[in-house]
């Protein structure tokens, strides 16, 4: 069974860092794009990034990018995503995911629970 | 960026009824659309992908169609279970865009 735990939010000032963990299991981390897709309280969702398979094509939200990295480390079955400079039009909950099929980009079948990160003085 | 526009924003419908949402891309998209179901307090699930196809588990009451700009989702009878936030999103291109979402309710 595919399970995606992700970990690292919380409450945060602005203009600090953070970075978000996302443990997979239960498919072959390695050959599948990931994603994280945020949503803020009570909006809809929005794609934040995503990275290829082998690290090879990575992509960011223009309201991210510049101040958001995602990596990814295959070996740990972990996805990272580390978020500097951060705004309040950043709090959202983080979700990690996997794209439905191998080496694609064509839509995500599995989320993870979703981890909060709250930015506010 | 491509934008998603659904409609309606809401519906509200008796169980048995037949709901039809739809999802506008501003440019086309072929057929690279995704349907996900979110009910409160819950990660997204994916409904179809690439317009047509059923994702695994996903009951038969579900459809997609459309190719191009326009596309729908149908519920071909409406249960309760089904009460939740529908949203489309394209994947065309990045920046991925999902539409607005779609409130679906029990009348």
């Known amino acids: 069974e595919v399970h995606l735990v992700e970990s690292g939010g919380g409450l945060v000032q602005p203009g600090r860092s953070l970075r978000l963990s996302c443990a997979a299991s239960g498919f072959i981390f390695h050959d599948y794009t990931m994603y994280w897709v945020r949503q803020a309280p009570g909006q809809g969702l929005e794609w934040v990034s995503h990275i290829s398979w082998n690290s090879g094509a990575i992509g960011y939200a223009d309201s991210v990018k510049g101040r958001f990295t995602i990596s990814r480390d295959n070996a740990k079955n972990s996805l990272y995503l580390e978020m500097n400079s951060l705004r309040g039009e950043d709090t959202a909950l983080y979700y990690c995911?996997?794209?439905?099929?191998?080496?694609?980009?064509?839509?995500?079948?599995?989320w993870g629970q979703g981890t909060l990160v709250t930015v506010s003085s | 960026d491509i934008q998603m526009t659904q409609s309606p924003s809401s519906v509200s419908a008796s169980v048995g009824d037949r709901v039809t949402i739809t999802c506008r891309a501003s440019q086309g998209i072929n057929t690279w659309l995704a349907w996900y179901q979110q009910k409160p307090g819950k990660a997204p699930k994916l409904l179809i992908y690439v317009a047509s196809s059923l994702q695994s588990g996903v009951p038969s009451r579900f459809s997609g169609s459309g190719s191009g700009t326009d596309f729908t989702l149908t519920i071909s009878s409406l249960q309760p279970e089904d009460i939740a936030t529908y949203y489309c999103q394209q994947a065309q291109s990045f920046p991925w865009t999902f539409g607005q979402g779609t409130k679906v309710a029990i009348k």
């Open positions: 995911a996997k794209d439905v099929n191998t080496g694609s980009y064509h839509g995500i079948d599995y």
